[in-house]
């Protein structure tokens, strides 16, 4: 007999755990099935070196920003482990000497920072600062709006159009131009507006390409640097940028222990194969041992291409569907490098290898925004970045749960391998290129390569095959123009429902993934939730129509 339950929730990454935690909360029996030996995906804390298990890394993701307060409230996440140390300045040493910082919250220091380089460029700073929170203030609130269907004519998706465009009367012709430029700008041009010196450029431009596949000077990176700037959704004041205790994994148990509270099962080693339909409605799962598994409501989080053509197949999707997810943009050409330090690097511009300011925030490589297209250009041109940039962190300038004490770990997220590495391993190729990133940090601070205990490369391919990101996408599909709000994961198709009924789409590919946010999960749930309220007071309403009949008659 096949097992029966109200909801199944597939992957066990932290989406597929919140919108597990919200179906069980509100009364649904749910289990969670996750292929791999543990939970929480790409939001995971792993040893990886079996001769060094007091080693634990944030192996893929490696700072928070996006969680809204209502999911960390509703969950009572802190209770849960749920602990966030913000981030310290953004830090980049510069080859040719000295270094700058900036401040999230610190407009003073900030100041003296950047006037080293540009006094016009500090002066700038804190009007950029103003227009970019100007802009967060309206595109925040948007992370957590339901997309509406915009071109269908059905009544209900007029309403909800209109609706949006009712809650955005307030906006102005400026406010509406600056949108307009920050969607379909560069983000190199969109900082050629406001600042001169190439080491502030060069800075501010990292949050531009993180994850993307397209360097600085392609239109649509300056919106990829607002996604990841926004610093509320419209439910309350997000953190700055901070790091989990006990690394990203910590953030996904914390939802799992939620989750286990409200009654959720979770069953690891458990890949699903197929998604069961009938009469184009979702009735259960077959896993890939033969196991079969029923329920009315499912929802996956899986990438878009697994979850629909694989899983549900096209036979069961209307054909522009499966079009849209078929050229669905999922390159990135990103290489994670997790080390073991034995000293925190000592830098030439800012020495000692005592925990200082610069330690505790972001530690780049990324001096210049031709730095970082050249590294895009090799990659494009079918070769590995020769130098490639990274947006380095060490967590264990707070965390101490992480490795022994006096010791360190620092997580390198570098860019760019050619988008198809994801195809093959690469590893002697992936092994070049790593001991060229850390040369770079050698450059600047020239204790850094003796420092190295042990290393961990992550590259494409064991993105794909290990943790089904596929093309190496951490986002399971680009954030390019064309693939956000309506049109993630395709048009018609963004309000978490899918073209079968009682599949939902929770993953990172639906509107306002990626990212370790959990609103996806959370929507999928509420959609969910909202249909089963549906059809129940449906059901109610038929019956009370038959009581009525029968006492009438
Ligand atoms: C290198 C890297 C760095 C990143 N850095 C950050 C960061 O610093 N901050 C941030 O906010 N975001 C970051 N991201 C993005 C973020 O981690 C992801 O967007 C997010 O974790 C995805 O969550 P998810 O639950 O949607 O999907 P996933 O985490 O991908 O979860 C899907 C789950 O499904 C499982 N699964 C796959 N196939 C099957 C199957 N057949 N049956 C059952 N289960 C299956 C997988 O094992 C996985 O556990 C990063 C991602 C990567 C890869």
């Given at each position: 007999m096949a097992a029966t339950y109200d909801a199944i929730v597939i992957g066990g990454g932290h989406n597929g755990l919140v919108a597990a935690a919200y179906l069980a909360r509100a009364g649904a029996k749910t289990v969670v099935l996750e292929s791999r030996f543990k939970t929480g995906g790409a939001a995971t804390t792993e040893a990886p070196w079996p001769d060094a298990p007091e080693f634990r890394v944030t192996r893929l993701s490696y700072v928070m920003s996006l969680m809204p307060p209502t999911i960390i409230n509703d969950l009572k996440l802190a209770s849960h482990g749920y602990k966030i140390y913000p981030m310290g300045p953004y830090y980049q040493a510069f080859p040719e000497g000295g270094s700058i910082k900036l401040y999230a919250d610190d407009a003073q220091r900030n100041y003296e920072s950047v006037a080293r380089w540009s006094k016009k460029d500090a002066d700038a700073m804190p009007r950029w600062d103003a227009w970019l929170a100007g802009l967060a203030d309206v595109l925040g609130p948007m992370l957590l709006t339901v997309p509406p269907n915009i071109g269908s004519r059905k009544p209900h998706d007029l309403k909800e159009t209109l609706k949006l465009a009712w809650r955005n009367r307030g906006l102005d012709v400026r406010t509406i131009a600056d949108v307009t430029r920050l969607m379909t700008m560069s983000i190199a041009d969109l900082l050629d507006d406001w600042f001169e010196s190439?080491?502030?450029?060069?800075?501010?431009?990292?949050?531009?390409?993180?994850?993307?596949?397209?360097?600085?000077?392609?239109?649509?990176?300056?919106?990829?640097?607002?996604?990841?700037?926004?610093?509320?959704?419209?439910?309350?004041?997000?953190?700055?940028?901070?790091?989990?205790?006990?690394?990203?994994?910590?953030?996904?148990?914390?939802?799992?222990?939620?989750?286990?509270?409200?009654?959720?099962?979770?069953?690891?080693?458990?890949?699903?194969?197929?998604?069961?339909?009938?009469?184009?409605?979702?009735?259960?799962?077959?896993?890939?041992?033969?196991?079969?598994?029923?329920?009315?409501?499912?929802?996956?989080?899986?990438?878009?291409?697994?979850?629909?053509?694989?899983?549900?197949?096209?036979?069961?999707?209307?054909?522009?569907?499966?079009?849209?997810?078929?050229?669905?943009?999922?390159?990135?050409?990103?290489?994670?490098?997790?080390?073991?330090?034995?000293?925190?690097?000592?830098?030439?511009?800012?020495?000692?290898?005592?925990?200082?300011?610069?330690?505790?925030?972001?530690?780049?490589?990324?001096?210049?925004?031709?730095?970082?297209?050249?590294?895009?250009?090799?990659?494009?041109?079918?070769?590995p970045a020769l130098r490639p940039f990274s947006d380095g962190v060490i967590p264990t300038a707070f965390d101490q749960t992480l490795c022994p004490e006096g010791t360190h770990i620092m997580s390198l997220f570098t860019q760019w391998v050619p988008s198809d590495w994801s195809l093959e391993p690469h590893t002697s190729e992936l092994e070049a290129y790593a001991d060229r990133m850390i040369e770079l940090y050698d450059e600047v601070a020239p204790n850094f390569k003796a420092s190295i205990l042990h290393r961990d490369i992550v590259g494409p391919y064991q993105m794909e095959q290990e943790y089904g990101l596929i093309g190496g996408n951490i986002f399971h599909g680009e954030l390019s123009l064309e693939q956000l709000f309506h049109m993630r994961p395709a048009p018609g198709y963004a309000d978490y429902r899918t073209p079968i009924a009682g599949l939902y789409n929770g993953s990172s590919a639906a509107h306002a993934g990626g990212g370790v946010c959990g609103i996806p999960g959370w929507q999928a749930a509420r959609a969910a939730m909202a249909d089963r309220r549906a059809v129940i007071s449906g059901r109610a309403l038929v019956a009370a129509r038959i009581r009525k009949a029968a006492r009438q008659a």
């Open positions: 190439s080491q502030v450029k060069g800075a501010l431009a990292v949050n531009g390409v993180i994850g993307t596949w397209a360097g600085p000077y392609e239109p649509g990176t300056a919106y990829v640097m607002a996604h990841h700037s926004i610093g509320d959704v419209g439910d309350g004041h997000l953190g700055n940028w901070g790091f989990q205790e006990g690394g990203m994994g910590a953030v996904s148990d914390a939802i799992e222990a939620a989750a286990r509270g409200f009654g959720v099962e979770v069953r690891v080693n458990s890949p699903v194969a197929r998604v069961l339909t009938q009469d184009g409605r979702a009735v259960g799962v077959a896993l890939e041992n033969g196991d079969e598994l029923l329920a009315s409501t499912i929802v996956t989080t899986l990438h878009p291409r697994t979850a629909f053509l694989d899983q549900v197949g096209e036979e069961n999707l209307p054909a522009d569907f499966t079009r849209d997810i078929r050229i669905w943009k999922t390159r990135s050409g990103v290489v994670k490098i997790n080390l073991a330090l034995s000293e925190l690097p000592n830098f030439t511009a800012d020495p000692g290898s005592d925990l200082q300011d610069h330690h505790s925030g972001s530690v780049e490589m990324a001096p210049s925004m031709e730095f970082i297209e050249r590294a895009f250009q090799d990659a494009r041109e079918g070769r």
